[in-house]
């Protein structure tokens, strides 16, 4: 079965830094489209970066110059870097994959904990 395991969140104080990293397995990762998505509590998931398959690169308003996603298709992963990391950026974030952006037919991981809080 498709896999998908996002790791790196924590716990880190206002203006740090975090990378998160999402392992697929079983598929060709090289061919998928790849997003990070955020969820906090009592609020919609909502979208906050994506790469394509060929390296485009998307990201939601709240992040720009603070995120940076990026994929290394050799070690079937995809990253985000994370600088200057607000409260507001408290959430579950989910690891997805599928052949287009978007797609209904998609995978996502089991999401990793990241708390921004002094």
């Known amino acids: 079965q498709v896999q998908l395991v996002e790791s790196g969140g924590g716990l880190v104080q206002p203006g740090g830094s975090l990378r998160l990293s999402c392992v697929a397995s079983?598929?060709?990762?090289?061919?998928?489209?790849m997003g990070w998505y955020r969820r906090a509590p009592g609020k919609q998931r909502e979208l906050v970066a994506t790469?394509?398959?060929?390296?485009?690169?998307t990201y939601a308003d709240g992040v720009k110059g603070r995120f940076t996603v990026s994929r290394d298709n050799a070690k079937n992963t995809m990253y985000l870097q994370m600088n200057s990391l607000k409260p507001e950026d408290t959430a579950v974030y989910y690891c997805?994959?599928?052949?287009?952006?978007?797609?209904?037919?998609?995978?996502w991981g089991q999401g990793t904990q990241v708390t921004v809080s002094s």
């Open positions: 790469i394509t398959s060929s390296g485009s690169t």
């Open positions: 079983r598929i060709v990762f090289s061919n998928y489209a």
């Open positions: 997805n994959a599928g052949l287009i952006i978007g797609a209904r037919n998609s995978y």
